[in-house]
């Protein structure tokens, strides 16, 4: 079994950055692809970033790109995404989430992923 636990949330004013962290525990870590996902009020949740178990390919949505990196800490067990550039539409609940198979061709859809932490509030003032 794997648990996740974010944190890093806040609310900050639009060009603000803010870095989450989604601390693991349980076995083999490495073994996970990662991700973040988001989800607004009154909106579904969407795929974010993501990263391969052995963080040298990452995905990030196209809003996202050139804003937000993704990355991991195999031995601390964490993943963390670094949001540059902070805007109103980033609002929404961050949450991190894992998948023990790597389904590459899946790596963007919330149905692949077995373990999910329970999210950390951003809020992003304008």
């Known amino acids: 079994q794997l648990q996740l636990v974010e944190s890093g949330g806040g609310l900050v004013q639009a060009g603000a950055s803010l870095r989450l962290s989604c601390a693991a525990s349980?076995?083999?870590?490495?073994?996970?692809?990662l991700a973040w996902f988001r989800q607004a009020p009154g909106k579904e949740r969407e795929f974010v970033a993501a990263?391969?178990?052995?963080?040298?390919?990452?995905y990030y949505r196209d809003s996202v790109k050139g804003r937000f990196t993704i990355s991991r800490d195999n031995p601390k067990k964490t993943v963390y995404l670094q949001m540059n550039n902070l805007q109103p539409g980033d609002t929404a609940v961050y949450s991190c989430?894992?998948?023990?198979?790597?389904?590459?061709?899946?790596?963007?859809?919330?149905?692949?992923?077995?373990?999910w932490g329970q999210g950390t509030l951003v809020t992003v003032s304008s």
């Open positions: 989430a894992a998948d023990r198979r790597e389904i590459l061709s899946a790596i963007r859809d919330p149905d692949t992923y077995d373990y």
């Open positions: 349980g076995l083999t870590f490495s073994s996970y692809t």
């Open positions: 990263i391969r178990r052995n963080g040298g390919y990452t």
